[in-house]
């Protein structure tokens, strides 16, 4: 048997499914429809209790832990030359505050899990792995997301995002700055490849998100590429009156001119090949009582395309039809949060694709919907990712959920891929 199939045969789906359990108890809940689902925000209590159980499960192995300037927390497994790049596997710990038990934990407990697997088969890979944990990917608690990997990769200056508030106005830097100091017996790195040497590569295993693996009746995706993004925040800002005395000729309801304003949004963002993707997730109101007008009304935009050319003509036609679809108030349209798609380098999904073979999986070559953490190693080393079916393609959601054994060949895939990435 060869190394990388012992390390695919010491693969636990036993262990990997209970440190998953064990992660989603904390920050757990339980829905009013009986769904258990996670709120672990980025830099708080519940992340720091996540990070040292994980930290808890390494240190027997010997993986040397380190956490950079974004919270970035590094596992290592030395290789037997230690000189060369890192093969890097792992993804985010941190949740929707609605969401499920398995986006992004999976990709690091599925690192340790294989890199473990790897250790008990005796294959020591040439490379040093390391196993990721990315701050901040979901931008649930401060937006956007992605804010570990943008700063590890350059996409953004390490202070970029400092003055970022909460729900309850904390600051980005001041939640960075006490997490920090919580941890502060972690070794520290410097921060991505501006301070540091680029990876080797980097692969990504996560759920797929969406309907098709479980649909089409393959077990593993791979993934090859990710759709851009663009988030915007709009704040319309206009008076509040009496609801019972203010004559609607005069008023400048906050209100009334989002609803034009997404009604316009609509109608820019229209498609009917249902490739688009454009989301009004939030909106918050204010002074938000029944028979008071709104002086002020907030709303998100999430928009998403594969096409470059769409995301960016689209995405940059939004403020003019924001503002042209106003009739009382005023607005200011800022732009948070701006990934072009990516296609990746065929290094990663080529061995991504092999290692799916070698188990006997049926896989598919498939785009990503959701943005993860990869699409900004891109520019930085050969990227890729490993999906595995979730039920119904749900996530973001309590009833998010993958099959144990479905989890356990991603994490067999995974462990071959990392082997071929680090010996190769
Ligand atoms: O929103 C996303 O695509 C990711 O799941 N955070
Ligand atoms: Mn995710
Ligand atoms: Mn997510």
Not at 277 to 297: D, L, Q, Y
Not at 361 to 386: E, K, N, W, Y
Request: net charge negative.
């Amino acid at each position: 048997m060869d190394e990388a199939s012992k390390a695919a045969a010491a693969v636990s789906e036993r262990r990997q499914w209970e440190r998953l359990m064990a992660m989603a108890a904390i920050g757990g809940f339980t829905d009013p429809d009986g769904h258990r689902g996670v709120n672990r925000a980025c830099l708080t209590p519940l992340d720091r209790e996540a990070r040292r159980l994980l930290l808890s499960w390494a240190a027997p192995l010997g993986l040397a832990p380190s956490v950079d300037a974004l919270g970035n927390l590094f596992l290592r497994l030395e290789g037997t030359d230690p000189a060369l790049a890192p093969v890097l596997t792992g993804s985010h710990m941190d949740t929707q505050p609605n969401g499920g038990r398995f986006d992004g934990i999976w990709g690091v407990i599925a690192g340790l899990e294989a890199v473990q697997a790897l250790r008990e088969a005796g294959v020591t890979p040439r490379r040093p792995i390391e196993i990721v944990a990315w701050t901040n990917e979901e931008g649930g608690r401060f937006a956007p997301g992605c804010m570990g990997s943008m700063a590890y990769a350059g996409f953004r200056p390490r202070d970029a995002w400092d003055a970022v508030t909460d729900r309850e106005g904390t600051r980005f830097a001041d939640a960075l700055r006490e997490h920090l100091a919580e941890e502060a017996d972690i070794p520290r790195r410097p921060l991505g490849v501006a301070e540091g040497p680029a990876p080797f590569a980097y692969v990504e295993a996560h759920i797929e998100q969406g309907p098709r693996l479980e649909a089409e009746g393959h077990d593993i995706g791979v993934v090859t590429g990710i759709q851009g993004s663009r988030w915007f925040v709009v704040e319309v800002a206009g008076k509040t009156d009496h609801a019972g005395t203010a004559p609607l000729s005069l008023r400048r309801d906050a209100v009334q001119d989002m609803l034009r304003a997404i009604t316009a949004l609509n109608a820019l963002m229209h498609d009917p090949e249902d490739v688009l993707r454009f989301t009004v997730g939030s909106v918050e109101v204010s002074p938000n009582t029944s028979n008071s007008v709104a002086a002020r009304a907030r709303f998100t935009i999430d928009f998403r395309h594969p096409d470059n050319a769409v995301l960016q003509a689209r995405g940059d036609a939004v403020r003019g039809v924001v503002q042209a679809a106003l009739r009382a108030c005023t607005a200011e349209v800022t732009e948070r949060f701006h990934a072009t798609p990516v296609a990746f380098q065929p290094l990663v999904p080529e061995a991504v694709e092999r290692a799916a073979a070698a188990e006997g999986l049926r896989a598919l070559r498939m785009p990503s919907g959701a943005f993860h953490d990869a699409q900004f190693l891109v520019p930085v080393c050969p990227t890729g990712m490993i999906f595995v079916p979730c039920r119904g393609g749900v996530s973001h959601h309590p009833s998010e959920y993958a099959e144990p054994a479905a989890l356990a060949a991603g994490a067999r895939v995974l462990a071959r891929t990392l082997a071929a990435l680090a010996n190769g």
